[in-house]
């Protein structure tokens, strides 16, 4: 088995702050994915990445920056943070076409 | 464009009460269905998934049949424990889009014990 790691956990910003969430997963997946999470929307995809240094944006990639530097980890900057904000940023990875798997998540809350 | 409806936000039952989640998509293409299931605190995980060459998919008591006809994937479980308190999560996935998926919006169920 694998496990897929998000830091943090918590993550309090302020207004216009840029503010950088990480995700590594020990499975040698290809692909890794950022979702952003927000009650009563369901997961929205903000990024994807097929393979290292390869960048792809999802619906909702405005306002964001991604990196994948390498295979074991994508980071996503969340470039000038809303006031009021608040989200559950989910990192998952999978195989190809496989089954996609999460991590716990990063809440955010912007002051 | 794609698109996944859970119209039922909330769904509170007790022990050993039938589960029926609705879940209707839309797309052009030939979509694989999901259901995922994400507890308190945790990131989604898979419950089941159907593609096209198998209708009816199941795991831990729930099941869920994919119906082109009302491009429907309900989720149903014969008698819910207090334990699948959770919020299930459809979602769909178009073949050679490298797995992205759409979601719906989610349907937090609640079994009082």
């Known amino acids: 088995g694998g496990i897929i790691t998000q830091t943090p956990k918590f993550l309090i910003g302020q207004e216009g702050q840029k503010l950088t969430l990480k995700c590594q997963q020990n499975?040698?997946?290809?692909?890794m994915y950022w979702y952003r999470q927000d009650s009563g929307k369901g997961l929205r995809l903000i990024y994807y990445?097929?393979?290292?240094?390869?960048?792809q944006k999802g619906d909702l990639s405005e306002g964001y920056d991604a990196s994948r530097e390498k295979k074991s980890s994508f980071s996503l900057t969340v470039t000038s943070a809303q006031k009021n904000e608040m989200a559950v940023f989910l990192c998952?990875?999978?195989?190809?076409?496989?089954?996609?798997?999460f991590g716990p998540g990063t809440r955010l809350l912007v002051l | 464009g794609d698109s996944v409806i859970q119209m039922q936000g909330q769904v509170t039952l007790s022990e050993n009460d039938f589960l029926f989640i609705n879940c209707t998509y839309s797309?052009?293409?030939?979509?694989?269905l999901f259901w995922y299931v994400q507890y308190s605190g945790e990131g989604p995980q898979l419950l089941l998934q159907?593609?096209?060459?198998?209708n009816k998919g199941s795991s831990r008591g729930f099941e869920a049949t994919y119906d082109k006809g009302t491009t429907s994937f309900h989720l149903q479980k014969t008698s819910v424990q207090e334990i699948d308190s959770a919020v299930y999560y459809c979602?769909?996935?178009?073949?050679?889009?490298?797995?992205?998926?759409?979601f719906g919006a989610g349907t937090r169920l609640a079994v009082c014990p």
């Open positions: 979602a769909m996935s178009d073949f050679g889009s490298f797995n992205k998926l759409t």
């Open positions: 499975f040698n997946h290809d692909t």
């Open positions: 990445s097929i393979t290292e240094n390869d960048l």
């Open positions: 159907v593609t096209t060459a198998n």
């Open positions: 998952a990875s999978s195989y190809n076409q496989d089954t996609q798997y």
């Open positions: 797309t052009t293409g030939y979509p694989t």
